[in-house]
T-cell receptor, first 115, second 113 residues
């Protein structure tokens, strides 16, 4: 039972380089999310998706883009990496049962360093 | 191991003790609350949740209490074990529709054998 899988697990980039972080979930969840986690701060929402083909901005979207071409995948792109984007990135997914939210399930993160 | 949060509040307990981790939330309209456990180098792991129409919910060795009057949430862990050592944080859902969680910064639980 894989749950939420993130690739890669680690990456080091130079300022100005681009890359895409991959997230895949096998739970048939409708909602997917990208967060960043920095020391001393709670998880902050970058972008999210309420279904295939839809995306929306979260709390800290600047410098990132996302795509949800397939229900099971949610991609996070950095077009021109900056040192301020050094962080641990987490993907999560969740569902609703009727009107009730269900908990978000997280991957194990991608640790990204921008030099 | 990797630190997921510097200068976190820390609760140190002995193995077998009961642990209580507290969380203050911000929005009186929040309708759904979750506790997560995060071990070093891992993603947050769901522990237990509670909806705003309840004030207590129990799981296996864990109990969550919700006090809406003072906007306070607590996680009680019974018979704490070394494997419970981790960072614990609460999250509140501030929307009545789509789930958009706001996370606390966390409390580090250290369990000594």
């Amino acid at each position: 039972n894989a749950g939420v899988t993130q690739t890669p697990k680690f990456r080091v980039l130079k300022t100005g380089q681009s890359m895409t972080l991959l997230c895949a979930q096998d739970m048939n969840h409708e909602y997917m999310y990208w967060y960043r986690q920095d020391p001393g701060m709670g998880l902050r929402l970058i972008h999210y998706s309420v279904g295939e083909g839809t995306t929306a901005k979260g709390e800290v979207p600047d410098g990132y883009n996302v795509s949800r071409l397939k229900k099971q995948n949610f991609l996070l792109g950095l077009e021109s990496a900056a040192p301020s984007q050094t962080s641990v990135y987490f993907c999560a997914s969740s569902n609703r049962t009727g009107d009730l939210n269900q908990p978000q399930h997280f991957g194990d993160g991608t640790r990204l360093s921008i030099l | 191991g990797e630190s997921v949060g510097l200068h976190l509040p820390t609760l140190s307990v002995q193995e077998g003790d009961n642990s209580i981790i507290n969380c203050a939330y911000s929005n009186s309209a929040s309708d759904y609350f979750i506790w997560y456990k995060q071990e070093s180098g891992k993603g947050p792991q769901f522990i237990i949740d509670i909806r705003s129409n309840m004030d207590k919910r129990q799981g296996q060795r864990v109990t969550v209490l919700l006090n809406k009057t003072v906007k306070h949430l607590s996680l009680q862990i019974a018979a704490t074990q070394p494997g419970d050592s981790a960072v614990y944080f609460c999250a509140e859902n501030m929307n009545t529709g789509f789930q958009k969680l706001v996370f606390g910064t966390g409390t580090r639980l250290l369990v000594s054998p």
